[in-house]
């Protein structure tokens, strides 16, 4: 068996074999198949795409690469939750501690950012003295003690997912969903929770653009769930406009800890809402959604959803002042407004330029080598249907310095029209 030739099979449009999967993952984790050829097979399945069974085949070689987290030590029940990716998506800071608080046991393993998407490790890296990566035996132990653990993928977890994983990002390879499916519920089968909860972004600043491909994504990686007997729901969220209106990391852990104060943004409330929601009817901790909510509220206007947030920090050797003294993240020496050329309602916002305009002030990864600035990103002070002055400000952006291809990049992505547009729901469909 030659690499070459099964990249060329899949550049022919042709099925790969369970055991041609096995070899070139295999090879491509012990080193005897270098980069460039894994780059022109994912380039090869971009345009190509995996069948039902090559994804099936994909999440299991990348699942069987490494160790699984074996949770049956954990008293309660264990659950997971997931995001595609979008801009400004900080949904697990909030609904991982409100589930925890609310009784349920979230062992998460998370992501960083990828192309114009922000990640949660990067999020939470922003937090002084954060620690993401934690043995297995921490891991069990602090989600047994408080309820909650959001870590990093270990080297013995899904190792070929891992370098997969960087590659698709600087190789324009991330749009794939057979590979999108593959990588994340070969993690999330690998983390060991027997619920799992998918939030699947469609729209402008997703990596699914329409809601007919995030809807096949969603089926897929429900399929692939119910193949492995894990009960899996994904929920369908807007991503036509930035969620709240922080981007950025250290940005959006402030927003986050807002919104666990119960003083967030009304669409960043809603969904987190919602998907913790889903989390309590999954498990049956609430049968209707209802009585979830009900129990949402109370556990964030006493704080204990806050409380747990705290604790998890301090368990990761982070500084868990930060809730209480923003500071501590430090500050963007340079801060300025983007200004409206025009008045008029904001009739749509071009997501993904806002997420690669932070790219662009050091808040992303254009290269896996890249370091990420945790200070710099982007508030939207504009959201879709609101109105704007000529002059007035449409974001802040907050940088090391004067960056015009960003604040060019952002006041383009805002389009303006005398009437104004209504808001599209931020939940448009559950698969169950």
Known sequence: MRAVDLIIKKK?????????????????VDGSIPDYQISALLMAICFQGLSSEEQLFLTTEMLESGEKIDLSSISGICVDKHSTGGVGDKTTLVVAPIVAACGLKIAKMSGRGLGHTGGTLDKLESIPGYQINVSSAEFLKQVEEI???????TANITPADKKLYALRDVTGTIESLGLIAGSIMSKKL?????????????????????????????QAMVRIGNGFNRRTVAVLTN?????????????E????????????????????????????????????????????????????ALQKLYQMIAYQKGNPNVIVDYSLFGTAPYQYNVLANEEGYIKKIATEDIGIAAMLLGAGREKKEDKIDHRVGIKINKKVGDFVEKGESLAVLYANQENSEAENKVRRAFTLQKKKTEKNPIVIDIIR
């Open 253 to 304: 852990v402030i927003e986050a800890i807002e919104t666990l104060k119960g003083q967030g943004p009304a669409d960043l409330k809603q969904l987190c809402y919602d998907l913790s929601a889903e989390l309590l009817m999954m498990t049956r901790i609430k049968l209707t959604y209802e009585e979830a909510i009900q129990l949402i509220e109370e556990k964030v206007t006493s704080g204990e």
């Open 12 to 28: 022919n449009g042709q099925p790969l074999s369970k055991q041609e999967i096995h070899y070139l993952i295999k090879g491509y």
């Open 239 to 251: 991503m036509d406009e930035p969620l709240g209106y922080m981007i950025g990391n250290s940005l």
């Open 147 to 153: 309820g909650i653990a959001v870590i990093g993928q």
């Open 190 to 218: 690998a983390s060991g929770a027997n619920s799992i909860l998918l939030d699947v972004k469609v729209g402008d600043g997703a990596f699914m653009k329409t809601i007919e491909e995030a809807r096949e994504l969603a």
